[in-house]
């Protein structure tokens, strides 16, 4: 990070501190422990497992909108997932526009649920991972780095009451056109109140998916 925005401490648009006594300079993560510890609107059961095993695709949503404190806790706990070096070899684009979510549908092979209450585009930004490594590994980074990233948002999209779709089907020079970026997506989620509850999907035996090596 620059050494500039610590000092001068810049603060996202609407995120600006009402008293400025403050002496921590470590602006980003006092921004962050505030959204993330900030109340919930309604009694949710957070428990990481209970969200982790009711959590279920869904491609229909209500038209209710998504509060903006929700919102602001999806990003911030994208922001809370590992990356390499902690460099955030990622970027997340919000897209608001009626007008750009529908342009994203036909982006993503024409499937109509992209246009949902919340979008949000995971970027790669290997730019950022300054390691003395090769592009093609710092390239593999930012894609784990972005792929992590919208892993913990989807999960806390699920514990804040709302469902999700991962969108990876897309036509990327068309929707890095559409948000206007260089950057190269890695996915796509979608948000939202979920029209009906669904049973998460069947797995299969944790036999078959782990091979213990000695
Ligand atoms: C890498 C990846 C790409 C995906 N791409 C799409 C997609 O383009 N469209 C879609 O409808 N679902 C997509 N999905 C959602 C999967 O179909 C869904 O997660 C899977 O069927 C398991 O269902 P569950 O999420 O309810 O457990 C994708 C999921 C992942 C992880």
């Known amino acids: 990070m620059d050494s500039k925005d610590v000092s001068e401490k810049i603060y996202p648009s609407g995120y600006e501190p009402k008293e400025t006594t403050s002496i921590d300079t470590n602006v980003r993560n006092q ?16 428990d990481l497992f209970t969200v982790m ?14 509060e903006t404190a929700k919102i602001d806790k999806i990003i911030a706990a994208a922001d809370t997932a590992p990356t390499a070096g902690n460099f955030q070899g990622f970027e997340i684009f919000y897209v608001k526009s009626p007008e750009k979510k529908q342009q994203l549908v036909e982006a993503c092979n024409n499937q109509p649920y992209v246009n949902a209450p919340v979008v949000l585009v995971y970027c790669k930004n290997p730019s950022r991972v300054k390691l003395d490594f090769p592009e093609e590994i710092l390239k593999k980074f930012a894609i784990q780095d972005a ?34 970026t260089d950057l190269i997506p890695s996915s796509i989620l979608c948000i939202g109140y979920p029209k009906q509850d669904k049973f998460p999907k069947p797995r299969r035996n944790l036999q078959e998916l782990v091979h213990t090596v000695w």
Request: charged letters at 20%; proline letters at 2%; a positive charge.
């Open 53 to 66: 095993s009711k959590r279920r695709s869904t491609r229909k949503f209500t038209d209710k909108i998504v």
């Open 31 to 46: 921004l962050l422990d505030q959204i993330l510890k900030s109340s919930p609107t309604e009694f949710i059961n957070t």
């Open 147 to 180: 792929t992590l990233a919208a892993a913990y948002s989807q999960l806390a999209a699920q514990a804040l009451g709302l469902s999700s779709i991962w969108i990876g089907m897309f036509d990327e020079q068309k929707v890095m056109q559409i948000i206007d």
